[in-house]
């Protein structure tokens, strides 16, 4: 065949593409288990810095990480009901991000919805820390939409169900330099110590540039100058997950339990 | 035949260099030369690039319409960096993290469709793989040479070692971090540049025009 005949050079382009397809999608089928594995190792990571059963500022090896990972149990709360769901395995439901047959999806009221969500999870998966059997922290799953993407990350929350221990975004893709700040640790310190509600059980928690000054400071959470998009993005889905309705009836039902 | 075989293997050490004379591929060698190791890793992944597409565009080299070359190459190009990048999130994650983005765009590193248009597509298998390897080791011995001087200068050690002790741990040494910065790396590789054609002066470019003196300015009308 004549090679700059149209024919020949959809030919060579078809089977070009084909080939070449088969290569990149083999590729990413392939060694898509050990990037997972990676990831499952670096959301742990994430989840015992915030524990508060390793020095948060350390370095960790895996093995640091695995052993510290073992003292931290893992619950299933049902947001329906605001209670722990002992029936279910919450092993299948700890990774938000991944489509799972035994989930519900529960539409959000529009009015409620400050995390731009639509829907979320009937059950969610969090983390406890636990000694001498009384509750040290629980550890939160967060998500909602950024400037660009949607940001995940977890939420360590004190005895009292309002105090925050710690915070972390483990996946983004807002702007590197500028919302990829929502990682930098010196910003992520200052959330410790903040409270979500008042003595009432109300949500005050926010960000903002008056964190120092207002009268509200013990919920105020500084903002990063530049990345005011991000940054609402956060403090929404803050906003969202801890109130009404998100995880604030299943702390209201636990505090409640507590104190009978 | 056979005496162009170590040709295409050594030339572009130095004579045809890829960086010091085509002045290609420039933008990675300034990115990720702040450290050896990335440095090593992404010539690594170039060099595999490279030799993978310099042997499939000459296997095919009788197969390829001249309208839809380009097309072609880059596509066998990009699915390489493509696999190369999947790799390396896989079996080297952190390393993929800190060269981020610049592994996918080796696609657009100029040196692999260079190699694959000017070489590849007019030379059999086994010369283009020599040529591929040596234009990746010659893009390497920049970047490491380049990666060594920075990461030298700027931390006092190179690939975690700590060589020159530094002022903060008791030492003599106080790290000079302008090196680590990208305009350094243009700085060292202007250097190796006029290093290079000082001594091999036909690597010189000729002038593309004679600068002829400046006539004073006309007064603009807009001035008045």
């Known amino acids: 065949m004549d090679n700059d005949s149209p024919a020949k050079a959809i030919l060579v382009v078809t089977i070009t593409a084909l080939v070449c397809s088969v290569l990149v999608s083999g590729a990413a089928v392939f060694l898509q288990p050990l990037q997972q594995a990676y990831a499952d190792i670096e959301r742990i990571r994430y989840i015992v810095q915030i524990s508060g059963l390793v020095d948060s500022e350390a370095e960790l090896s895996e093995f640091d990480i695995v052993s510290a990972y073992r003292d931290i149990s893992l619950r299933l709360i049902d947001l329906e009901s605001g209670s722990f769901d002992t029936d279910l395995d919450p092993q299948s439901f700890i990774d938000v991000s991944i489509e799972n047959e035994l989930q519900e999806s529960v539409n959000i009221p529009a009015a409620q919805d400050t995390a731009a969500l639509q829907s979320r999870p009937r059950w969610v998966a969090v983390y406890l820390v636990e000694s001498d059997a009384e509750l040290q922290r629980i550890i939160f799953p967060i998500y909602g939409r950024g400037m660009w993407s949607t940001i995940y990350g977890y939420l360590a929350i004190e005895g009292d169900l309002s105090t925050i221990a710690g915070v972390v975004f483990y996946e983004h893709g807002e702007t590197p330099g500028i919302g990829d700040q929502i990682q ?46 991000t940054v609402n993005g956060v403090a929404n889905m803050v906003r969202y997950w801890f109130g009404p309705h998100g995880y604030a009836p299943f702390m209201n039902q636990y505090l409640a339990e507590l104190n009978l | 035949m056979i005496s162009r075989l170590p040709q295409a293997l050594v030339a572009p050490l130095i004579d045809e260099n890829p960086i010091t004379l085509h002045i290609l591929g420039i933008c990675s060698a300034v990115a990720i030369t702040n450290s050896l190791y990335s440095a090593l890793v992404m010539s690594a992944a170039l060099t595999a690039v490279l030799c993978f597409s310099n042997v499939v565009i000459s296997t095919i080299r009788h197969h390829l319409p001249h ?124 250097g190796i540049v006029w290093l290079i054609r000082s001594r091999k002066p036909q690597q010189r470019e000729k002038a593309e025009f004679d600068i002829i003196a400046s006539e004073p300015a006309r007064s603009s009308r807009w001035s008045t």
């Open chain 1, 184 to 229: 930098r640790a010196s910003w992520l310190a200052g959330w410790r110590g903040k409270r979500l509600y008042d003595e009432q059980r109300q949500l005050q928690f926010n960000i903002g540039t008056d964190s120092a000054t207002s009268p509200a400071a013990d919920y105020r959470v500084d903002g990063i100058a530049g990345a005011t998009l």
């Open chain 2, 67 to 190: 309208a839809v070359r380009i097309i072609v190459e880059v596509t066998v190009i990009a699915s390489a960096v493509i696999v190369v990048d999947e790799m390396l999130q896989a079996f080297a994650p952190e390393t993929s993290r800190i060269l981020s983005v610049f592994v996918g765009l080796i696609i657009t590193n100029c040196i692999v469709l260079g190699r694959a248009e000017n070489f590849a597509a007019h030379n059999p298998a086994g010369v283009s793989f020599l040529d591929a390897v040596g234009n990746g080791l010659g893009f390497s011995l920049v970047l490491c040479t380049v990666a060594t001087i920075r990461e030298l200068f700027g931390t006092g050690g190179l690939l975690g070692w700590q060589i020159f002790p530094a002022t903060d741990a008791g030492g003599w040494f106080e790290p000079n971090s302008l090196f680590l910065l990208p305009p350094s790396a243009f700085f060292i590789i202007g």
